[in-house]
T-cell receptor, first 111, second 113 residues
Framework: QQPVQSPQAVILREGEDAVINCSSSKALYSVHWYRQKHGEAPVFLMILLKGGEQKGHEKISASFNEKKQQSSLYLTASQLSYSGTYFCGTERADSWGKLQFGAGTQVVVTP | DGGITQSPKYLFRKEGQNVTLSCEQNLNHDAMYWYRQDPGQGLRLIYYSQIVNDFQKGDIAEGYSVSREKKESFPLTVTSAQKNPTAFYLC????????????FGDGTRLSIL
């Protein structure tokens, strides 16, 4: 079962913050975050593992709440380059190697 | 440079025709994946393979077939049984280990003539 992402879309002004959520109804081993620009391949941002710590990439960070089986991606002080579609990919604890992606969150950062 | 090469970039299929999308990686990764992406939608898993000569169905395997005869190659065949094949197809690979990220190719855009 694919993870559920929210919101579907968000519009930000440069410098504003946003949070993207990713949740699963199944126990997860890991959550992966990717960003895709239009017509391009997704680019890896970070992985959060079960029992792991919050990760960061530039001013983008993420957390993983094992109790809720939910991960959140934080875009802090957004830049124009942050525009794109963000996908979470989840690997279930009982399904090694199978990575399933959410429907994506479109982020538009305006000047 | 190491990477994943998908070819062709654009592909057109006639009704009733099978077409094969190529995916080659020189990253020495064990696992390889095929995803389908429809406009405005996420990535849906078609097939994946964690080792040579073995592969598993993903969430939308019907109408597709794959092979994994070599570690570096994982071709996807879109058969005539796939009635709505128009989509962006992404191949990915991943090193062994559950803490490893997937790396994606640049994709193949398939359209129906």
């Amino acid at each position: 079962q694919q993870p559920v992402q929210s919101p579907q879309a968000v519009i930000l002004r440069e410098g504003e913050d946003a949070v993207i959520n990713c949740s699963s109804s199944k126990a997860l081993y890991s959550v992966h975050w990717y960003r895709q620009k239009h017509g391009e391949a997704p680019v890896f941002l970070m992985i959060l593992l079960k029992g792991g710590e919050q990760k960061g990439h530039e001013k983008i960070s993420a957390s993983f709440n094992e109790k809720k089986q939910q991960s959140s991606l934080y875009l802090t002080a957004s830049q124009l380059s942050y525009s794109g579609t963000y996908f979470c990919g989840t690997e279930r604890a009982d399904s090694w190697g199978k990575l399933q992606f959410g429907a994506g969150t479109q982020v538009v950062v305006t000047p | 440079d190491g990477g994943i090469t998908q070819s062709p970039k654009y592909l057109f299929r006639k009704e009733g025709q099978n077409v094969t999308l190529s995916c080659e990686q020189n990253l020495n990764h064990d696992a390889m994946y095929w995803y389908r992406q429809d406009p405005g939608q996420g990535l849906r898993l078609i097939y994946y393979s964690q080792i040579v000569n073995d592969f598993q169905k993903g969430d939308i395997a019907e109408g597709y077939s794959v092979s994994r005869e070599k570690k570096e190659s994982f071709p996807l065949t879109v058969t005539s049984a796939q009635k709505n094949p128009t989509a962006f197809y992404l191949c990915a690979s991943r090193q062994e280990g559950r803490n490893q990220p997937q790396h994606f190719g640049d994709g193949t855009r398939l359209s129906i003539l």
